[in-house]
């Protein structure tokens, strides 16, 4: 399977954990080479308009200020991927019930692995939108 069909099937997890109320927080790391972007997080926020996530990317330089935006998680998931493999090689999910990671190893292949939780609650993501 390649890394993007894997992405896939690890995206039905976070859409599962938010569905079940289990969704606590997503980070993108271990970046490839030395870029500008240093992390992208994900977090929950509960609005009347429904579910969204807090979308922050988080840049080494003190030059650049980080950027936050209030998105889907459909959204979310294309500004993800935009940056698997050429950013970022490892994404963290973290679930009230288990971690689980996507990892795109040096040959370009996706793998999925699963954790005991960092997290025991959710803690929604405070905007100043």
């Not at 938010?18 to 606590?24: D, K, L, P, T």
């Not at 970046?31 to 969204?52: A, H, Q």
């Not at 500004?79 to 999910?93: D, E, G, I, P, Q």
Request: no cysteine; charged share 30%; proline share 2%.
């Amino acid at each position: 399977m390649t890394y993007q069909e894997v992405f896939v099937l690890f995206w039905d997890q976070v859409k599962e954990s938010i569905h079940e109320g289990r969704f606590a927080k997503l980070t993108m790391a271990k970046t490839i080479g030395k870029p500008n972007l240093k992390n992208i997080f994900v977090r929950p926020v509960y609005s009347e308009d429904g579910f969204k996530v807090l979308v922050k990317l988080r840049y080494a330089s003190k030059e650049t200020e980080d950027e936050e935006k209030e998105l889907t998680m459909e959204d979310a998931f294309e500004v993800l991927k935009s940056h698997l493999k050429t950013s970022f090689s490892t994404v963290l999910l973290f679930t009230t019930t288990k971690d689980v990671t996507f990892k795109i190893n040096k040959k370009g292949a996706g793998s999925i692995t699963e954790n005991l939780p960092t997290f025991h609650n959710v803690i929604q993501a405070k905007t100043d939108f």
